[in-house]
């Protein structure tokens, strides 16, 4: 233990001299610290030493040198931590959901930010420096918010990457508004995020309008044909489950569905909690839809599919892969789940159809995936924690030159990176602050999966699909 | 209304109303005798699932025929939980329980997201899951209906503990015994009564009890560390409703609860079903405050103020 500390010790007082000859780049912010910290030093010193010597009168000149030596090394010490941070890595903060009810994704999408920021890192870093992640653990709204407090308040961080969950990122990102300090959504699909006009707060991945209406389009001109009907006699059933998440699609598919003038037989909402669904399953069954359209979460969606086999209710589902896209669900039902849809992030992201860059970027992730998770193939959501940490550290970064939140929001503003030219397949352009969706990457897309022989194969979009559409028997 | 449905839905209601009861047992088992209110239930449950869970998935071992290793190993934890955790607490105030067990709650939640991650786990078992269909009956103008045959497991088993435990605690030396100590703690001293004994036996049979019902719904409900959440609302509802400590009553308000449920979630919305559900729960408690079979209040009343 003091052995370690030592040489924690020493490793700042290194980084002290280093950063000393280099007056002139240090922090404003550093300064008022360290003047803080040396005159509460001072202070404390001088009250310790009085009460020490409360009987002997004044103190010597000795042990007034001997206190200023040590209230001086002692704010050295004190500013090493801060100096280390300021001036030699690039500090970069995460909320995510590792412990709680969310934990899964979360530690999934986690694990995808710590490899792109690995794989950064091993380049040499961000202009020549490595990126330090900064990491919170936020299991519910609550804590998300208080987290980006911490991280902010405490930690000094300027950027932070989040969230996983629709929910716990609009929370967080309000406090990250507030204090004026750069949020990128890697994976919280809520149109509400981008759609409150904040300044600060940038989405890597698609929205839920984006993806809602993607499903809807593949329902109506994918597979409306190949069971023989069309706009006017398709039947289509609308489910989502009742947080951010699923209000948010559940909208989207709305609002597609009647713009394409598509009949919506039954519209139904839950609450993912729920431990039976077997009333709306029995409601479901009675307004015979050819196609469910299904914006629901892993547990729910594996009740609801086993609720509507025990009922004998059989219908073709797109969820999304927040729900029926989710390894857990094939662990559930084995041959079952085959030919179950569920639109979002792009499975497997066909990694062999990208181009050049991205797809030796893609492989390089998977590759190191592979290696940290005992050879399993990236979940979904850990391709999207990749992307987003992998457009920060490479496309808006190198541009801004600094963590400055300022800085950063000019750089991704002015970013315009066509399709298939970014990461996965994606471009990279945010909307411009005024208009619909401010801080919304417009170039990112979403697909549709499905299960085929017990692997999520990619049918949609077709340039970089991975199999065709097997219509369920 | 199509007579079908309506059968549909009461088969769904009770069989889901047989899970609630099942779960709810071990729960008021340990209220009625104990007067501790178990507030880690949920993870004795989420236990008793993840223990079947890897028993089917290490060795492959059906998930009924595994009740058999199921119920010593729980009955063992019910007994460590109750030295290690409740034994302590017995006689201090009622606070100290709900700490200790809330505390318990959690713990048993992190240690399990620790070791076994957040992963949804469930078996696939279609013999379970599969429906079996029964029908139709023309004489009554009801077409096919589907029974689930794991919940009809559930459900079954609900009813036979449940009579069980009613004829054990009724007509056994031990149950009157029980019954004895859960009716004046101090009177049953004075008699002899191992106070210690009955409260181990009684704690670890509810422990047990908790588990099974955890067990016997893994073909249906996935497992995570957090299951527990989502179901123990419910069964605290059930237990309240039925009167606190009545085992009967338990397995009574279950199936009240679940054809509620049901009917409410079809004609109502899935949203609004804890509207009505929680509506019947309050109307009950307006007219009888200690439940549908709970003693009769200034009976309760005595029997606490015997307790302090």
């Known amino acids: 233990m003091n052995f370690l500390n030592f040489q924690r010790r020493t490793q700042h007082f290194k980084q002290y001299q280093i950063i000393t000859t280099n007056t002139i780049k240090i922090h404003r912010q550093f300064i008022c610290e360290f003047n803080f910290r040396l005159v509460l030093g001072v202070i404390m010193r001088y009250i310790v030493s009085k009460i020490c010597w409360s009987g002997g009168g004044t103190m010597s000149k000795k042990t007034l040198y001997r206190c200023a030596a040590v209230t001086a090394v002692f704010a050295i010490w004190l500013t090493g931590s801060v100096l280390y941070a300021q001036e030699n890595v690039w500090r970069i903060g995460t909320i995510m959901p590792l412990s709680g009810p969310l934990a899964k994704n979360g530690i999934k999408n986690f694990d995808g930010v710590k490899i792109a920021t690995d794989m950064v890192n091993d380049e040499g870093g961000v202009l020549g420096k490595k990126v330090v992640l900064v990491s919170a653990d936020a299991p519910d709204p609550q804590a998300a918010a208080s987290e980006a407090n911490r991280l902010i308040t405490n930690e000094k961080v300027t950027a932070i990457i989040g969230t996983q969950a629709s929910t716990l990122s609009m929370a967080a990102t309000v406090v990250a508004e507030k204090a004026q300090v750069f949020y990128l959504e890697n994976e919280g699909i809520s149109a509400g995020i981008t759609g409150r006009g904040f300044k600060y707060t940038f989405r890597t991945t698609f929205d839920s309008d984006m993806m809602a209406y993607q499903m809807v389009d593949f329902a109506a001109e994918g597979i409306a044909p190949k069971i023989k009907k069309n706009a006017k006699t398709l039947r289509l059933a609308i489910v989502h489950e009742d947080s951010a998440f699923g209000t948010a699609t559940g909208k989207g598919l709305t609002d597609r569905a009647k713009a394409l003038g598509l009949n919506v037989v039954a519209a139904e909402v839950y609450s993912a909690k729920s431990v039976d669904l077997s009333g709306m399953v029995m409601k479901l069954r009675q307004a015979k839809p050819d196609i469910i359209l299904a914006a629901q979460y892993i547990n729910d969606s594996i009740l609801f599919h086993r609720q509507a086999k025990e009922l004998k209710f059989k219908a073709i589902v797109i969820g999304t892969t927040a729900g029926q896209g989710n390894p857990d669900f094939v662990q559930a039902f084995g041959k079952d789940a085959d030919g179950v849809m569920a639109g979002g992030i792009p499975s497997e992201i066909s990694v062999e159809r990208l181009q050049a860059q991205q797809k030796k970027d893609a492989l390089e992730f998977v590759k190191r995936y592979k290696a940290s998770h005992n050879g399993e193939y990236p979940n979904p959501t850990s391709f999207v924690g990749f992307a987003g940490a992998w457009i920060l550290y490479k496309f808006i970064m190198p541009k801004a030159g600094s963590l400055d939140a300022e800085k950063l929001r000019e750089a991704a503003l002015s970013i315009d990176v066509p399709k298939g030219k970014g990461v996965l397949n994606w471009g990279i352009k945010f909307a411009k602050p005024g208009e619909k969706n401010a801080g919304q990457n417009l170039y990112a897309s979403a697909g549709i999966n499905q299960w085929q022989n017990g692997e999520l194969k990619l049918i949609y979009p077709k340039e970089i699909a991975s199999s065709d559409l097997t219509l369920p028997k | ?308």
């Open chain 2, 1 to 308: 209304m199509d007579h079908t449905l309506i059968v549909q839905l009461l088969i769904s209601g009770i069989l889901l109303g047989g899970i609630y009861a099942l779960g709810s047992i071990g729960l008021t088992l340990i209220f009625g005798v104990m007067k501790v209110v178990n507030f880690a239930h949920g993870e004795f449950f989420m236990l008793g699932m993840y223990l079947t869970y890897w028993l089917f998935h290490y060795f492959q071992i059906d998930p009924y025929l595994s009740t058999l290793i199921l119920v010593p190993a729980v009955f063992l934890i019910g007994l460590v939980t109750y030295y290690v955790f409740i034994r302590p607490t017995i006689g201090s105030s009622v606070l100290a329980q709900i700490f200790i067990t809330v505390g318990l709650s959690t713990i048993i939640q992190n240690t399990v997201l620790l070791f076994w991650s957040a992963d949804f786990r469930s078996i696939s078992l279609s013999y379970a899951t599969d429906a079996m269909v029964f029908g139709p009956f023309p004489a009554l103008g009801v077409d096919e209906v589907m029974v689930n045959p794991s919940r009809l497991i559930a459900f079954s088993l609900a009813i036979c503990l449940s009579a069980a435990f009613y004829l054990f605690l009724r007509f056994s030396y031990t149950g009157k015994i029980i019954r004895a100590t859960s009716q004046d703690r101090s009177a049953a001293l004075l008699m002899g009564i191992n106070i210690d004994k009955i409260y181990k036996l009684t704690f670890a049979m509810g422990i047990v009890l908790t588990g099974l019902a955890g067990g016997l719904i893994l073909p249906i409900y996935s497992v995570h560390p957090f299951v527990g959440f989502d179901l123990v609302l419910i069964m605290f509802v059930v237990v309240v409703l039925g009167g606190m400590g009545s085992v009967v009553g338990a397995v009574i308000s279950g199936l009240i609860i679940g054809v509620v449920e049901v009917f409410s979630s079809y004609w109502l919305g899935q949203e609004n079903k804890q509207v009505i559900y929680f509506l019947v729960f309050i109307a009950v408690l307006v007219l009888r405050p200690s439940g549908l079979f709970g003693l009769k209040e200034e009976e309760e009343v005595e029997r606490i103020e015997a307790i302090e």
